[in-house]
């Protein structure tokens, strides 16, 4: 029978029985509400302690860098609300928004628009085209593969006045170019590139430029792709068309959207193609925003409208570069 002894023993008045005890029956104090011990408070200061060293040690090089992107875009700020002619600086003054309707209103500003627009767009067009068939081409097996993909990707290191220069007097001159020669040799006229269609000429060569960029994004998504299921949609009966639209095409998507995003940043910017080839014409058919703002600046001399015009290009490339990570910036994360 127990005892009444035995009965008022409880679990908690047995040290081997406390849920605190350790092992050999001797009990160990609780630890302080929630959770915290004398070691953490030494820990959680060195922590705020670092972050402000880490911040110390970066603040030289973004103070360089907000000086250097804020004293220029507030100089042109300030310039694009002057009056400044080089050629007439006597009669400077403060204008407002004048600068802006004036150079909105040029005749040349919405063909620049359109001009800049069909650059871009013809340039993605062929670059995108154009790499996802030569990565196609270049990953299968072959010899040479190594030196094929250097020939590939080698016109990107090529400065782009110097690319320009060889295409205009390689290619495209109406009398010693290849092409010229050519039309020549099967009878044909030769066709004056750079006075009858200068900007899809400037398209071409731009496009050129950027082709192996493209190659190398997609080639390099491409030796990501499953090659065992391209074998079993072969097995399947899949017929390569087959396999390219529904297999290898949306792999493909993510290196796209990248490609098409880092290009258009760019392309926007195009300029040293248009100096060294067309200067800009004839008239103003080749003449893009950027190459509009350099005519302002350096060839009217009126550094007011350039500066207006510097900053409406860079609203728009604004626009532009936020719609597509919008739009096009949905497939990363999907």
């Known amino acids: 029978m127990t005892t009444v002894a035995e009965n008022d023993r409880s679990p908690g008045s047995d040290p081997a029985l406390s849920p605190t005890a350790t092992r050999d029956g001797a009990g160990t ?13 030494p820990e959680r200061r060195r922590i705020p302690a670092a972050r402000l060293a880490a911040r110390l040690m970066l ?7 907000l000086i250097w992107m804020i004293v220029p875009l507030s100089v042109t700020i300030w310039f694009s609300f002057q009056r400044y002619n080089l050629l007439s600086p006597e009669r400077a003054g403060f204008v407002w928004f004048e600068n802006y309707r004036s150079f909105v ?6 063909g620049a628009v359109g001009a800049t627009l069909y650059l871009v767009v013809g340039v993605l067009a062929i670059s995108v085209i154009g790499g996802i068939v030569i990565a196609v081409i270049v990953d299968r097996p ?13 016109p990107f290191f090529i400065m782009p006045p110097v690319a320009a220069l060889i295409w205009k007097n390689m290619f495209f001159n109406p009398t010693n170019g290849l092409f010229a020669t050519f039309a ?39 030796q990501s792709l499953d090659r065992e299921r391209m074998e079993a949609a072969e097995m399947d009966g899949a017929s390569p068309l087959q396999r390219f639209v529904y297999i290898t095409l949306p792999h493909l998507t993510r290196a796209i959207t990248v490609v098409i995003l ?19 014409g004839p008239g103003t058919a080749s003449t893009t925003l950027p190459f509009l703002i350099y005519k302002e600046a350096l060839l009217d001399f009126d550094a007011g409208t350039a500066a207006a015009g510097g900053l409406v290009a860079v609203v728009m490339a604004n626009i532009v570069a936020i719609l597509l990570m919008h739009v096009i910036g949905k497939n990363l994360d999907s």
């Not at 104090?29 to 408070?41: D, K, L, M």
């Not at 430029?209 to 080639?219: C, E, G, M, N, V």
């Not at 880092?262 to 800009?280: A, K, P």
């Open 59 to 65: 603040m030289p090089s973004v103070i360089l860098l």
């Open 184 to 222: 020549r040799f099967v009878g044909l006229r030769p066709y004056e590139f750079m006075t009858q269609s200068p900007l899809s000429s400037i398209t071409l060569i731009v496009a050129w430029q950027w082709l192996p960029f493209a190659t190398l994004i997609l080639l390099t998504a491409l």
């Open 105 to 110: 209103v040029d005749p040349a500003f919405m």
């Open 142 to 154: 072959m010899w040479g593969q190594g030196l094929v993909r250097i020939l590939c990707i080698s």
């Open 262 to 280: 880092i290009e258009t940043i760019f392309l926007l910017g195009v300029f040293g193609e248009i100096l060294v080839t067309t200067n800009g």
């Open 29 to 41: 104090r609780p630890p302080p509400r929630g959770g915290r011990s004398g070691a953490g408070v």
